[in-house]
């Protein structure tokens, strides 16, 4: 990290900092106060969407406030960064509880007071590929990550290790009470095969490198042109990726999208899953419909991310590294394909399958204040 970025940070910390305290000390904790706030989205999605509903039924009188916004890097969405961040520590300072659902940088800059109570409900189920402070280098910057912490909950009790290494936390701190957004889940009936049959591809981001997700979008296009039955396939392109130049040259049958309610609303109505490393494949198993892997960079992925798991052998999936097999596989093997693997991954991805994880989480919660 150059000299400037590190004054910048420690400037930026300061600031951050005397602003949340000036908040708390000014205005302090306010009664009932929880705030859902995500710098993911421009609205509330997935974990924080279903427990911000389970708010809004509950018959006591919850203070409820919202923040999202989505960070682009563009010079306008940088302003908006600096604007949002303020107000996020307002919030925070003022909130009994603040529940987030990915990195959140301004409140990694502050001495957070002990009544100002941080519940990470993090976006992604599983643990699968390395995030937070388990990544190389993370452990080192001007602001560490992922502190501030009281409480992370979870969906799986095989996950807790991953998550106490990824965010620094004592285990005691990390439940494993279901992840909210899987209530929909035992709520959807799958649907029947049609035609044509869908497809959907999620490839996943990857640090400083979005150039090689475009490119694989272009090869699993190009590639898909083979396909020997009709085909409806639908590209999610990840929320920190911006959408590939690509709409105007798109047949009918391609449908590209960044949209995270978009892809929950499809999964049940998809008969073949797609991706790389997105956690999606854990949320998908819950289908019992094929999963495939195209991993063209899987070495290199890692060397730099690395997994808490044997990937290949934890999710059993048929894996390639070239789009064109990936597109024979699907005219030659899926027809047939024995799905022991996708059951298994269903098994020890769903502890909780009785739809009341919204619930729980909230019933946890709600005893904190």
Known sequence: ???????????????????????????????????FATMRNTELADNLKALHHQFEQAESDYDIRVLCFHYDRSRLSKLGFVWTSLRSLYDLATAELFIIDDYFFPLYAVNKHADNQVIQLWHAIGSLKKFGLSLPGAQHSVIKPHTNYDWVLINAEADKPAYTDAFDIDASHVLALGSPMLDQLATQSLTVSHRPQRLLYAPTYRKGNAKAVTTYIRDFLKASQDLTEPWELYVSVHPYLKLPALQGSLAPNIHLFQDPEQVKQLLPTIDVFITDYSSLSLTFSYFERPILLFTPDYATYRRHCGFYVDYYHYLGAPHYAKATQVIAAINQQVPTLDLSYVKQLKQRTFPHQDGHNSQRVFDFLTNLI
């Open 1 to 35: 990290m150059g000299r400037l970025k590190k004054l910048k940070l420690t400037i930026l910390r300061h600031v951050f900092n005397q602003f949340y305290q000036l908040c708390y000390h000014l205005r302090g904790p306010q009664q009932k106060r929880v705030v």
